[in-house]
């Protein structure tokens, strides 16, 4: 790859792609910073949040902020993405989401119904998850320095027992809480004009009632919602950081039919795009069975399913196809569908 | 005032200037969506951030995003800010702040080395201040749709007794601990290309250690920092809030020599912009000349004055001007000096 020289001193849109682009660029300007643990997961671990151990319990926060585009797509809009991202987060550190702010940033010029209908999107989803928004900021900037909307979601909860990206053993089952691609592909598909002929709606929810029923039932030992980079990214980092091989099955990943067929069509791969609403849950091998028959009885986690198992190894992810052979799966550089979230 | 039609349905810079305009926006919108009291400082309260009471303490949490342009101006930039403007609304609600968040949005062909820059910066003076910067994001946006950067800061800190904007009561008196428009002026004159013949800085610093020192000595029953809408507004919002009035004193109020004339030349109310380094403290009378000596003697709080006394009233301020005049300070619809934090 020959990379242009002025080119590498800028910007480029895959420094905000999720993927290993922007890895490197948290590394190199801002990991340097810092070097504290204290104690709890921070930057260093590039998890989904941060821990902060404080009175025998640990509060999490996590940070987001949202500039998908467009901002109302099918399945959900940016006000309902904002609550879900923040609370997912949340959820996947193995917290109770107690709060969140909300932080507005609005271009001016826009129409005050364009505001009102986010902010109802917004409320009406922290709602369902039962959560409550306590504060917020707003600002405006001029037409021409931003595009319609931006919404800063950041989340706080509670837990006893943090569970990081990295906590996998070889044997470990993998459960994935619902099928992939779908929030990718619906942002796709309506941006290419296909969202008449298609039936894909992003899977944009809050999972903090999923996850709960994992967590009471036990046994997990890492969780990642598959964001931006997809499952391909998000596997990757678990593999890594836990320093384990997972071996992935092709025929036991849940996939829509029309998220397969769009893929298709349009040259993405499903597992590389950002999903909204699904969790990669780890778990030891006795509990796989009882939180798979559990989470499938939950609405929004129907297609939950085993998808793969922990090995020893040095951080590899395999996928064994549907025709018998086997490839790894490597992180992308960056979400190829950009500005998802 | 006539009001265009078309107009009153879109957003305004007024919107975000953090005055009137802005509060009935955020009544008209968000305020409805939330009854919720939850024992604790919250949406409808508009104060400086949120607290929420859990086992026997409060966490408290704020956001803001942060626009200010340009995002390098004399005394700070915007990295300064951030974490400034987020250490100081836990601070002036009592809060110990512990740990921040930092969520980037950079245009697309930004050059590196200025984020770099303006992370340093942010890093230095989380710093400065002993605060943790635990959890961040990076989005990136297409160049046309945002301007540079903008920085979304989030804080979270604990304390026994939160401290709102409410407390006052007849009696107290009104401490100041910085001089006031700093900032706005700062940033004002070197839009209009003022600076080489100015001297003013922005006044934009943590101040916490400052507010620590006042809360240690005691009889503190109302804090605010004066940001967007500057000392007007929020003296104003302190005085509603608690239903009595203020006595302000022009000639106690400390005013920079330079900020003086710039303000005169410029016709701006040095009262109604934004200062980033300074806090309004509402004290009992008899704590009120320790706090005042005490304060004083603190790097970055020399010019703090006794402004005012709280009496008994309907949520009014008057200023007794310096040639023995009396006039209401009324609350700015917006800060005449947009995009300032």
């Known amino acids: 790859m020959t990379v242009n020289k002025k080119q590498e001193n800028k910007i480029t849109i895959e420094h905000g792609a999720g993927g290993q682009v922007m890895d490197s660029l948290i ?3 801002i990991l340097k910073h ?33 500039v998908v585009r467009p901002i109302f797509f099918p399945g959900g809009d940016i006000g309902r993405l904002a609550v879900s991202g923040t609370i997912n987060d949340l959820s996947v550190m193995g917290a109770k989401p107690i709060a969140l702010t909300s932080a507005l940033i609005l271009e001016e010029g826009l129409e005050i119904e364009v505001v009102e209908k986010t902010i109802n999107s917004l409320f009406k989803t922290a709602q369902e998850a039962e959560v409550d928004i306590v504060t917020g ?6 037409a021409g320095e931003l595009d319609k909307i931006i919404i ?9 027992h943090p569970i990081s990206d990295s906590g996998l053993k070889p044997g470990d089952k993998i459960i994935l809480t619902g099928s992939v691609g779908n929030h990718g592909l619906s942002i796709l598909s309506h941006r290419e004009g296909f969202n008449f002929k298609s039936n894909i709606k992003s899977d944009v929810k809050p999972i903090n009632k999923i996850i709960d029923k994992a967590l009471e039932i036990g046994g997990v030992t890492a969780m990642k919602d598959p964001t931006r980079g997809g499952l391909s990214k998000s596997i990757n980092e678990m593999a ?23 893929s298709e069509i349009l040259g993405i791969d499903p597992m590389s795009v950002a999903n909204e609403g699904i969790a990669i849950i780890g778990v030891k091998p006795e509990k796989a069975n009882e939180i798979l028959e559990k989470l499938k009885k939950i609405d929004g986690a129907k297609d939950t399913a085993v998808i793969g198992t922990v090995k020893e190894g040095k951080g590899k992810v395999t996928l064994e ?10 992180p992308p550089a960056g979400d190829p569908i950009p500005r998802v979230c």
Not at 322 to 330: A, D, L, M, P
């Open 34 to 66: 810092t070097d504290k643990k204290n104690g709890g997961i921070g930057l260093h671990d590039l998890d989904d949040g941060a821990s902060i151990p404080h009175n025998n319990e640990n509060i999490v926060i996590t940070t987001d902020s949202h």
């Open 27 to 29: 590394k190199n300007i």
């Open 321 to 330: 196809t549907t025709i018998g052979g086997k490839r790894y799966i490597e």
């Open 240 to 262: 890594s950081k836990a320093n384990v091989n997972i071996e992935l099955k092709e025929n036991k990943i849940p996939i829509k039919k029309e998220v397969k067929s769009a």
């Open 137 to 142: 900021d707003t600002k405006v900037m001029e």
């Open 152 to 160: 800063n979601t950041t989340g706080i909860g509670y837990t006893n």
